[in-house]
């Protein structure tokens, strides 16, 4: 078996470091840092060097790796954190992507052709320097010292590894799986369970985690006039966002909003989505005392509100499901029974029944049909403000087809039974219309062959159960309208529909 001392100075002098004797770790880290500087500027070297520094790092002894200093020695403690964090970062900007310089398109793939081997080193680098940590912590006295290294670290190794664990242009599936060994060992060495842990620390302890200091490297990376130049910038932003919650959360609000609306109003209509998303998040997991103050609340309302004049059906589904959270926040739901002034709740909905009445693209049909049924909940008794527009929609929505799931339709119907139970007695004077309508909608489907049988099947008891809710809010007068229904213009299934209606009594 090799010497370890031999294999060190074998090492060091492949790199063309100085070995006799062998240097203190800042030295030879201060060493490793311009080597690796001058690596990154020749393409050809690289690997060959960061294969070295990984080699150097599994075969070294941790107690030179790790020198054991006393807490009180702060100076050396602090000369040993900035040696590793210097090393470190060069180490990452070997593998650094490449970078944008407009904001209207991204890079091609070709850009990043070299990137995912060049992570794929650099993790395995990474994970062999913490692997040596993880063995040398074990013993050590001076934790308190060690931990201030960790935490020192830690943050640009988490940026890097969630960078390159994403499915993305600039990595393969052998890059993904280098950077989830990387960021499975930076949890592990710090006693941390999971991604979240990492982050917000425990809420009892001292330990608050180490998204401050993430945010520290990141923001400045994500400015109105620089977050484009890099793609990875607003992803790894969104994914770290998304670990945080409640309670941790809301002391970073200050540093967690701005970001979040700048990808929120960008035109780009991916990045919008993730925006929303991130704002979305910021709604559940913050107090809404927190969301009130300073009007944050209502700059929210405005940045997602003008989100509902777009065509796009992904960001208007995002957006509608966050509008519906966010509502709450900012006004009791219209429903109760101290609310009756028309209120947001009013203007979502009104412009939502506006844009449905002539929407003609079935992408977006079916997300404001999805949405509906929740907005008209949430409104209860106050429907009745907007019942002209949901009868348009009503009517306008179930007489086209929407195969081959009928997603359309059946949502229009459950909006139809809720406004029948919320406001009936409103609705006594739109029996007829309703019925008419309802009546037709049997007869299409009964008769429509590219319907499905469980699809149909649900339309039609859907259908019934609309039409028997009619009956009871206009007194049975829905009962004698079915009495004059021609049984010849119907097919075995609409008679059967019908006599069901007529035997139900609510």
Not at 310 to 338: G, N, W, Y
Not at 388 to 393: D, G, K, M, S, T
């Amino acid at each position: 078996m090799a010497d370890p001392g031999m294999e060190i100075s074998s090492l060091l002098h492949k790199l063309h470091l100085s070995s006799d004797p062998l240097p203190a770790i800042t030295e030879l880290l201060s060493q490793l840092q311009k080597k690796l500087i001058g690596a990154d500027q020749k393409s050809c070297e690289n690997s060959s060097v960061v294969g070295q520094v990984e080699h150097l790092f599994q075969t070294a002894d941790p107690d030179w790796l790790f020198p054991s200093v006393l807490d009180d020695q702060e100076n050396e403690w602090a000369g040993l954190r900035s040696a590793y964090k210097s090393v470190i970062s060069t180490l990452i900007g070997c593998a650094a992507l490449p970078i944008c310089e407009e904001d209207c398109s991204s890079l091609d793939s070709a850009a990043y052709q070299s990137i995912p081997s060049r992570a794929t080193a650099v993790c395995s680098a990474l994970t062999a320097l913490l692997g040596s940590w993880d063995e040398g912590c074990r013993a050590r006295r001076d934790k308190t010292g060690m931990t201030g290294l960790l935490l020192t670290v830690a943050p640009p190794i988490f940026l890097f590894s969630v960078t390159h664990f994403q499915d993305q242009p600039w990595s393969t599936a052998s890059s993904r799986t280098a950077a989830r060994h990387l960021h499975e060992a930076l949890v592990r060495v710090g006693g941390w369970r999971d991604s979240a842990h990492l982050l917000m620390g425990d809420e009892y302890t001292e330990d608050r985690g180490i998204l401050g200091r993430v945010l520290d490297i990141l923001l400045p990376q994500l400015t109105k006039d620089s977050w484009h130049r890099c793609e990875a910038v607003k992803l790894v932003f969104a994914w770290t966002l998304l670990q945080v919650t409640r309670p941790v959360l809301s002391p970073f609000l200050p540093r967690l909003l701005p970001p979040s609306l700048l990808l929120n109003d960008h035109y780009r209509p991916d990045n919008c989505m993730l925006g929303v998303g991130c704002v979305h998040h910021i709604v559940l997991n913050t107090p809404a005392a927190d969301l009130r103050q300073f009007n944050r609340a209502e700059v929210l309302y405005q940045a997602l509100f003008k989100h509902l004049y777009t065509s796009e059906a992904a960001v208007i589904q995002l957006v509608l499901s966050c509008l519906l959270d966010l509502l709450l926040i900012l006004e009791k739901p219209p429903s109760s029974a101290s609310h009756r002034k028309p209120c947001r709740h009013d203007d979502v909905l009104r412009l939502v029944l506006t844009h449905m009445e002539v929407e003609h693209k079935v992408a977006l049909r079916r997300v404001y049909a999805s949405a509906l049924p929740l907005y008209v909940e949430r409104m209860g008794v106050a429907v009745c403000r907007h019942l002209r527009r949901v009868e348009r929609v009503v009517l306008g929505y179930l007489e086209v087809r929407d195969p081959p799931e009928e997603t359309s339709r059946l949502m229009i119907l459950e909006v139809l039974q809720r406004t029948i139970k919320v406001a009936w007695p409103r609705m006594a004077c739109r029996v007829d219309v309703l019925l008419r309508c309802l009546l037709r909608l049997l007869v299409d489907v009964s008769s429509d062959s590219s319907v499905g049988g469980p699809v149909r099947q649900e339309l039609m008891d859907q259908s019934s159960a609309s039409i028997r809710l009619l009956d009871a809010c206009s007194e049975g007068r829905v009962q004698r309208l079915l009495l004059q229904l021609d049984s010849r213009c119907c097919s075995t299934q609409t008679r059967q529909a019908e006599h069901l209606n007529r035997g139900h009594h609510i």
